[in-house]
Structures are given as C-alpha cells and as structure tokens.
C-alpha cells in the first residue's frame, strides 16, 4: 500500500531563517507531487506542483521552491522565511495516470514563523 | 484566485440531523471532489462527481452536481459526533491541478 511522510510535524523558525520541509512517498512510482499551504481557518492554496523528477510548476510567485531530486521526494524550501510563511503545509499525491483525479495527503507541518 | 467557493462558511447540528453543504465555482469542470479534513490533519478523499453524473451516494454521503448553475451540494445524513470536521470541494483545473476551496466547518453535538 501507499504512504506518504512528511517531517518536521512542527517547525519555529526566525524570520530570515532558512527552511527545507520534506515528503516523501512510498509503494508507488512516478506520482504527481503537490505542496499546498493552509492559513488557519481557510482552504488550501496550491503552492507547487511536480510531474516528474525535476520538473516543477510554481502557482504563487513567492520566495519559496520546492525540487524533487528523486521520483518520490519533494522538497520545499525558503532562503529566508517572511512572518507571513507561517501556516500548515501539506504536501500530497496522486497516481498521475489518465483518469485518476483523487489526491492523497500527507499528515502535513506546522510552520510558525516569529 | 480559488474556483470553489463552499457556505455555509460553519455549520453546527445536533446528531442525528442532516447537513448540507454546497460549493460553487466559476469555470467548466471535468470533475468535482469533496474532502475531508479533521483537525490539524491532512485531507481524506470522499467522493468523486464527474461532470456528466447528476448525483452519487457513498454510504452517508450523497453529492450531487448541477454543471448549469456551476454548484455542487455535500449532504451527509444522520450526522454523528465524529462527523465534526472541515469539508472541502475540489475542482480539477485542466493538466495536473486540483483547486480546493475556502471548506465549511462543521460541528456535530452530541
């Protein structure tokens, strides 16, 4: 079966501090890699997204990246956090084949930027 | 900007009552999905609609779609306590995007 990790679970950071958050997938190849963050109270708002190894659509001009060095890793990263990075970042998959829609979530990480 | 848009923004029952919830988004869609997320947590997939189903039912769970009026409906029927979490509609946006929408809070008492 499928599993999806991410880590840290919690995070405080300084503001202008770096930031590397990492997922990782398991019992599946060539997923489609997304990373959303969540504001409190509010939806999701898709931040990233991957395809394959090295490509990567960004949503949201901001200062955070996100690579994926191997097909079931994706990383998300800040050279220097802002107050407003904190939220709940949640990174999910799905299978990528033609028709399959569903997306799979990770248990996500609490980012608190002070 | 976010295509689903859900109200009510919060919902509170009692047990045992029915709840509805409704989504409505701007662009033609190939599909539309509800989910669910409990607090703190990641989301967890519900249901599925395609653009051409009318309604579809998973257990207590019945959403129904009306492409002309660009709106979905979520009811979930003789809610239970553990049925308290915040729910989401999802459209596919075209290629690989899924775009949630704002979620509806809703609490169940017990």
């Known amino acids: 079966s499928q599993t999806i990790h991410q880590w840290p679970a919690t995070l405080v950071q300084p503001v202008g501090s770096p930031l590397s958050l990492e997922c990782t997938v398991e019992?599946?190849?060539?997923?489609?890699l997304y990373w959303y963050r969540q504001a409190a109270g509010r939806g999701l708002q898709l931040l990233f997204y991957?395809?394959?190894?090295?490509?990567i659509s960004s949503e949201v001009p901001q200062n955070l990246s996100a690579s994926r060095p191997q097909d079931r890793q994706f990383i998300l990263s800040s050279k220097k956090l802002l107050l407003s990075d904190s939220g709940f970042y949640l990174c999910?998959?799905?299978?990528?084949?033609?028709?399959?829609?569903?997306?799979?979530f990770g248990p996500g990480t609490r980012l608190t930027v002070l | 900007s976010q295509q689903g848009e859900e109200d009510p923004q919060a919902l509170s029952i009692q047990e045992g009552e029915n709840a509805t919830m409704n989504c409505s988004y701007k662009?033609?869609?190939?599909?539309l999905q509800w989910y669910r997320q409990n607090s703190g947590r990641g989301l967890v997939h519900l249901i599925l609609?395609?653009?051409?189903?009318r309604e579809k039912h998973s257990g207590r769970l019945r959403v129904t779609l009306d492409t002309s009026k660009k709106s979905s409906s979520l009811l979930i029927t003789a809610s239970r306590a553990a049925d308290t979490a915040s729910y989401f509609c999802?459209?596919?946006?075209?290629?690989?995007?899924?775009?949630f929408g704002a979620g509806t809070r809703l609490f169940v008492k017990a």
């Open positions: 999910a998959w799905n299978p990528g084949a033609s028709g399959s829609y569903e997306q799979f």
């Open positions: 019992g599946t190849s060539n997923p489609n």
């Open positions: 991957s395809v394959g190894i090295g490509q």
């Open positions: 662009t033609s869609i190939n599909n």
């Open positions: 609609i395609r653009s051409n189903e």
């Open positions: 999802a459209t596919e946006a075209g290629g690989f995007k899924t775009i």
